[in-house]
């Protein structure tokens, strides 16, 4: 069993900068992706962004040139969020996806105008 662990999230203003960690622990195969995916109150889940074990990057294009992601080796990944908006508010997930895919349990981001 996967399990994802976030950490980082709280409370900026406009402006400002906020740096999203997740580590996954238990089996995981060399061959995934991992991302960001965030959930507004009232609204549907949706991506934020994804990096593949190959290095590939897809990025939502509402925070395109404002985020980062990144990862370290098959088990950590990163979401560097500058310039934050309050439209960033939002619980973020991050994600796990192999032959399965897994989630974490969310950190809260909110960003005060």
């Known amino acids: 069993q996967v399990q994802l662990v976030e950490s980082g999230g709280g409370l900026v203003q406009a402006g400002g900068s906020l740096r999203l960690s997740c580590a996954a622990s238990?089996?995981?195969?060399?061959?995934?992706?991992m991302g960001w995916y965030r959930q507004a109150p009232g609204k549907h889940r949706e991506l934020v962004a994804t990096?593949?074990?190959?290095?590939?990057i897809n990025y939502a294009d509402s925070v395109k040139g404002r985020f980062t992601i990144s990862r370290d080796n098959v088990r950590t990944v990163y979401l560097q969020m500058n310039s934050l908006k309050p439209e960033d508010t939002a619980v973020y997930y991050c994600?796990?996806?192999?032959?399965?895919?897994?989630w974490g349990q969310g950190t809260q981001v909110t960003v005060s105008s």
């Open positions: 994600s796990l996806k192999s032959s399965l895919e897994f």
């Open positions: 238990g089996v995981i195969f060399g061959i995934n992706t």
């Open positions: 990096i593949s074990s190959g290095g590939i």
